[in-house]
């Protein structure tokens, strides 16, 4: 532990949440078990873990209900504290702290969400806002909704943000055509969009940071 948690494996952060292994197994091997169970089928084991329960992880030898209990309070634990939004004021000023103050409303959830972070001329936080919720593969968000709630908390700039339930962050041809709408629509009204947020679940990208569309539609900002 001296380099710090980062350091660790995922078996030994599970192994020190487990605190002891069982019979000849230890607390490292039964980490090891956890997660060669939960990657059956060819699934990413640290994606299940964000979703598993109580009787899905008592199923697999060696862990009982304190084992699991204590594994599924360090999930909720790390959801919370990633979840935690900043106050109002709060200066947004990189992707990272946007999808933060997001991640509440739009990581892990089981719909699209279309999301407005609303701020003043010195990119502080006004406000956030969901505009719409779609279904698991797709949201409807009009151009026209998301500057009208801007206008009306009286924002001076926005970051929009929607989210892929599937996790992946990787941007469709529609993303980027509402995104090409929503920039040319701010330069008519004069209200920037400072960026346009994918979240997954517990992932994000910026489509400011990986295309062209703010040069090829520049906000003055």
Same mark, same amino acid.
């Given at each position: 532990?001296a380099?710090?948690? &980062?350091?660790? $494996?995922?078996a030994e952060l599970l192994?020190?949440?487990? $605190?002891?292994?069982t019979g000849?197994?230890s607390?490292?091997g039964?980490?090891?078990?956890?997660?060669?169970e939960?990657?059956?089928?060819?699934?990413d084991?640290?994606?299940?873990?964000?979703?598993v329960n109580?009787r899905?992880l008592t *199923?697999?030898?060696?862990?009982?209900?304190a &084992?699991a209990?204590?594994i599924?309070a360090?999930i909720e634990?790390?959801k919370?504290v990633y979840?935690?939004a900043?106050p109002e &004021?709060?200066?947004i000023?990189d992707?990272?702290?946007?999808a933060a103050?997001l991640?509440s409303e739009?990581?892990?959830?089981a719909?699209?969400?279309f999301?407005v972070?609303m701020l003043?001329? *010195?990119?502080?936080?006004?406000g956030?806002?969901?505009i719409?919720?779609?279904t698991a593969t797709?949201?409807?968000a009009?151009?026209r909704?998301?500057?009208?709630?801007?206008?009306?908390?009286?924002?001076?700039?926005?970051?929009?943000a929607?989210?892929?339930?599937?996790?992946?962050v990787e941007? $469709?041809?529609e993303?980027?055509?509402?995104?090409?709408?929503?920039?040319?629509?701010s330069?008519f009204l004069?209200?920037?969009?400072l960026?346009h947020?994918i979240?997954?679940?517990g992932?994000?990208?910026s489509?400011?940071?990986t295309?062209s569309?703010?040069?090829?539609v520049?906000q003055?900002v």
């Amino acid at each position: 532990m001296a380099q710090g948690a &980062k350091s660790l $494996s995922t078996a030994e952060l599970l192994a020190i949440l487990l $605190s002891t292994g069982t019979g000849n197994v230890s607390a490292v091997g039964l980490g090891q078990l956890i997660l060669q169970e939960l990657s059956q089928h060819q699934r990413d084991p640290l994606s299940v873990l964000r979703s598993v329960n109580i009787r899905e992880l008592t *199923k697999i030898s060696g862990i009982g209900t304190a &084992k699991a209990t204590s594994i599924l309070a360090a999930i909720e634990l790390g959801k919370r504290v990633y979840q935690s939004a900043p106050p109002e &004021k709060t200066i947004i000023d990189d992707p990272n702290v946007a999808a933060a103050a997001l991640s509440s409303e739009l990581m892990w959830q089981a719909q699209e969400r279309f999301a407005v972070l609303m701020l003043d001329v *010195k990119n502080r936080l006004i406000g956030t806002q969901v505009i719409t919720i779609g279904t698991a593969t797709e949201t409807l968000a009009h151009p026209r909704e998301i500057f009208r709630e801007i206008l009306r908390v009286g924002a001076t700039r926005a970051i929009v943000a929607h989210n892929h339930p599937s996790g992946t962050v990787e941007p $469709s041809q529609e993303d980027i055509n509402l995104t090409r709408q929503l920039l040319e629509g701010s330069r008519f009204l004069g209200l920037p969009i400072l960026d346009h947020l994918i979240l997954g679940n517990g992932n994000h990208l910026s489509l400011r940071q990986t295309t062209s569309l703010w040069n090829d539609v520049p906000q003055g900002v």
